[in-house]
């Protein structure tokens, strides 16, 4: 039998209830079994949230004042009177439920799934009226619980406590009884971030069938990462042998997809970006030379004469307006460094100097598009000299990449194949964090007005929370700090996925939205924080926004256990 959404609102109104990752996923999975088969893979997106994958390009196009409206037309409520409520309980969902009378019809959950699409493709003159009716006739028919998770799932606020790890995990849970399943989802959800397509090929075809996921033009992989050291010296104990050390550049990293004359720019979220870098997409089609193609870079901005500049000067061409205009004002270079698709053949099972080699092959360096420099190195002396050399250039660093015949491109991983070594770490005792705001303290005497200091959290994705790590109040200029209230703005209620303690509750809650990079001097127990059950960021200072990275991508609890192991044994 067809999914209700009324099954679903169900479910996610349990789940609301629980904190436990084990319940969670135990629910779910039960859930899961008594789904239809050609329905699990619309189930698997609602539940994340979302209508279709991350990296399509499908968005509703509706803000919370248009759903707003839509709860508005279908309750028949004057609109001044759904905003005043609005205002009081700050949470759309909340609002919908308390004013959509009883339910008038049976929703399915594919309905629901069907006219969300049919919203996300209305465009042009009059789009916002039609979108704003088709949702109403939705909440027209939906009980006050189904519009409670409507409204929510509408605006991206579904946030249940169940991430893209937890719904892996009950898939696997629900679907097969072995415990290598779940490292084979998280693989293949690696290569391949569409959920939808992960459930409905274990559910048709098995964990074979998962096995054989693989890359494809015009679906992004997530990203390899690099590991970190406390000591360059270190950097040879984890990568004996032949190493390449790169150019580490500070800019935005692109995966460029190309088939025939179409070629797509993903970004570190796995957004579509081509239209924010024209220049880059021409660029690519005179230098990348290859029947279709999947390759990474980092693109950066650079003066006239081609020096390399901050990220900072990069993020000027964020924008949606005037783009042609920005990218003669901000030129850039795109530095590729790393082929995953070349004609057809997967890259990613394939050694990095052969990976290196296919790109070199395939690549006609051009005024933008460049080979990032490196130099091969067998003794650590090389590699620290090359650093200098590319400090001295703008570079912030190095990465150091294993030439071994083991070094695969590991999707979605931090692992030791690629190490990081940027200049901060000469300076500062810690690395820098990239940490996700979950709060705020009002200003006092010369901040007045304005936040005194944001609370801070690192990602836990096993329970998919953020759990706090510092109150940061250093290193913003004035004009940031103005801007804190509005880049942050207050919501009613304690987000479900924050975990704050007892002793640290900040004065306004924000949404988990925002990445941004802290400096830290020193990691402490704490009873003040959360973080991996009581750890602080000593000293924190403000480094940068990272609009680049989704909250999920930000540091982890354990890499900050990690961390702290490390700087702990360095004392003793
Ligand atoms: P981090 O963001 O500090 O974890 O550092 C990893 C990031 O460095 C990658 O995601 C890339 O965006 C960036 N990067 C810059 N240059 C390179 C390079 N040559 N190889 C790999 N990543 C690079």
């Known amino acids: 039998m067809a999914v209700k959404f009324s099954q679903m609102a169900d479910v996610y109104q349990k789940l609301e209830c629980i904190t436990s990752g084990n319940q969670i996923r135990a629910l779910l999975s039960d859930f899961f079994k008594t789904v239809p088969l050609a329905e699990i893979d619309i189930v698997s997106y609602l539940t994340l949230g979302q209508i ?30 759904v905003n005043k409520l609005f205002r009081k309980l700050g949470d759309a969902g909340i609002v919908a439920e308390q004013l959509v009378g009883k339910r008038q019809r049976e929703l399915s959950a594919r309905e629901v799934f069907d ?23 939705l909440f027209t028919a939906a009980s006050p619980l189904e519009a409670r998770y409507l409204a929510r799932i509408v605006i991206g606020q579904l946030r249940l406590g169940a991430g893209e790890k937890a719904i892996l995990d009950s898939l696997a849970l629900a679907y097969t009884g072995s415990k290598t399943a779940k490292t084979m989802l998280e693989h293949a959800y690696n290569v391949c971030p569409d959920i939808g397509i992960i459930a409905k090929t274990l559910v048709n075809k098995g964990l074979k069938g998962v096995s054989k996921i693989n890359v494809q033009v015009f679906r992004p992989v997530q990203m390899m990462l690099a590991q970190r050291v406390d000591k360059i010296s270190e950097i040879h104990r984890k990568m004996p042998g032949l190493m390449s050390a790169e150019e580490k550049y500070d800019g935005e990293r692109i995966q460029a997809h190309a088939k025939g004359n179409t070629i797509i720019l993903y970004s570190r979220r796995l957004d579509n970006i081509t239209s924010q870098f024209p220049d880059v997409v021409a660029a690519l089609r005179a230098s990348i030379k290859a029947k279709d193609y999947i390759i990474e870079g980092e693109v950066v901005a650079v003066d006239k004469k081609g020096n390399l500049l901050p990220f900072q000067t990069l993020m ?28 057809g053949r997967n890259y990613l099972r394939t050694a990095y100097p052969e990976r290196r080699r ?17 130099k091969l190195c067998e003794k650590i002396d ?6 200098n050399q590319v400090i001295q250039r703008g570079c912030e660093g190095i990465i150091a990449k294993s030439c071994a015949p083991g070094a695969y491109y590991t999707p979605g991983t931090r692992g030791w194949l690629w190490i990081k070594w940027k200049r901060e ?42 759990e706090t790590f510092c109150k940061l109040g250093t290193g913003f200029n004035d004009k940031e700090l103005a801007q804190l209230p509005r880049k942050f ?22 949404a988990p939205a925002t990445v941004i990079e802290v400096l830290g001097a020193e990691i402490t127990k704490s009873p003040l924080h959360t973080a991996a059950g009581g750890l602080a960021l000593r000293f924190p ?26 700087v702990y044994t360095e004392l003793r």
């Open 425 to 466: 770490y000469q300076k500062e005792l810690a690395d820098t964090f990239d940490l996700v705001v979950v709060g705020a303290f009002a200003g006092k005497g010369r901040r007045s007005g304005t936040y005194g200091a944001l609370l801070c959290a690192a990602y836990n994705p096993e329970t998919d929370t953020f």
């Open 115 to 137: 006219t969300l699409h049919s919203i996300a493709r209305t465009a042009g003159a009059g789009s916002q009226e039609r979108k704003i009716s088709y949702l109403s006739r």
């Open 489 to 510: 703005p207050a919501i009613k209620q304690q987000p479900k996925n924050v975990s704050v303690s007892r002793l640290l509750k900040p004065d306004y809650w924000v």
């Open 358 to 374: 296919t790109l070199e092959r395939i690549t006609k360096e051009g005024m933008i598009v460049k080979l990032a420099r490196r």
């Open 52 to 81: 279709a994958s991350k990296y399509e390009d499908i968005n509703l196009g509706m803000a919370e004042k248009m759903v707003l409206k839509a709860v508005a037309n279908a309750t028949e409520q004057p609109a001044n009177r």
């Open 541 to 566: 200072r403000f480094v940068r926004y990272r609009p680049d990275k989704r909250p999920e991508q930000a540091t982890t609890t354990k890499e900050v256990i990690k961390m702290a192991v490390r």
């Open 316 to 343: 000027a061409r964020r924008r949606k307006y005037d783009v042609e205009a920005y990218a003669r004002k901000v030129p850039v270079h795109l530095y590729v460094f790393d082929a995953l698709l070349v004609n």
């Open 382 to 387: 090389d590699v620290e000299t090359f650093f």
